[in-house]
């Protein structure tokens, strides 16, 4: 749950180094650009997989607040696979939302 940017911080640049010596890191924007392809794609997926299945699912909206009033809202999708018969839950999004646009105490 660290933003993007955590990847240039001198810590992680060092456990880095430790754990992968020679390993050439890549720059924050570059990890912002990796990680938003990344959602495109695996958001089609599931959207793909939910099309063809033959079941039913439904989404959660659950908001909260910190003392400052920032807030994020998680979308999340619950469904009991068929294959498994075990409940699954994904977490579709987050969104961010701003003071005095539906957040209060």
């Not at 997926?45 to 659950?62: A, G, K, M, P």
Request: hydrophobic share 45%; net charge neutral.
């Amino acid at each position: 749950m660290l933003p993007h940017t955590h990847v240039q911080s001198s810590g992680f640049v060092d456990f880095l180094h430790e754990i992968l010596p020679g390993y050439k890191l890549k720059s924050a924007r570059t990890v912002k650009r990796t990680l938003l392809k990344m959602y495109v794609v695996v958001r089609q997926l599931v959207i793909n997989y939910l099309t063809l299945e033959d079941f039913r699912f439904s989404i959660t909206f659950d908001g909260c607040s910190n003392s400052s009033l920032v807030s994020v809202y998680p979308i999340t999708l619950h469904w009991v696979s068929p294959e498994v018969a075990k409940p699954i839950s994904m977490l579709l999004d987050v969104l961010h939302v701003f003071p005095d646009e539906g957040v209060g105490k």
